[in-house]
């Protein structure tokens, strides 16, 4: 059984992203694994395993437009199935 169920992953479009900080609020306010957030003031990519995603949308949403947002069920893709 995974940990983490949900791979979480979008873009994130703003003015003044700090990918720093945006990890940094990750590790002090989401559970999760495998984070990615890299880009740069303008775009940020985000990868994260996490059991809530919705939070994650919540929150970076706040930070600016979201989109390409894709999440998948790794625990249906580890039986086969359609994530």
């Not at 694994?33 to 919705?54: M, Q, S």
Request: charged share 25%; with cysteine.
């Amino acid at each position: 059984m995974l940990e983490y169920r949900y791979d979480t992953q979008l873009l994130i479009e703003g003015n003044d992203l700090c990918e720093d900080s945006i990890h940094d609020y990750f590790m002090e306010n989401f559970q999760g694994n495998c984070l990615l957030a890299v880009g740069d003031a303008e775009l940020i990519k985000i990868h994260f395993h996490t059991n809530t995603p919705w939070d994650v949308l919540k929150y970076c949403a706040t930070l600016g437009e979201i989109y390409d947002i894709v999440i998948e069920d790794m625990d249906r893709q580890s039986r086969g199935l359609k994530g």
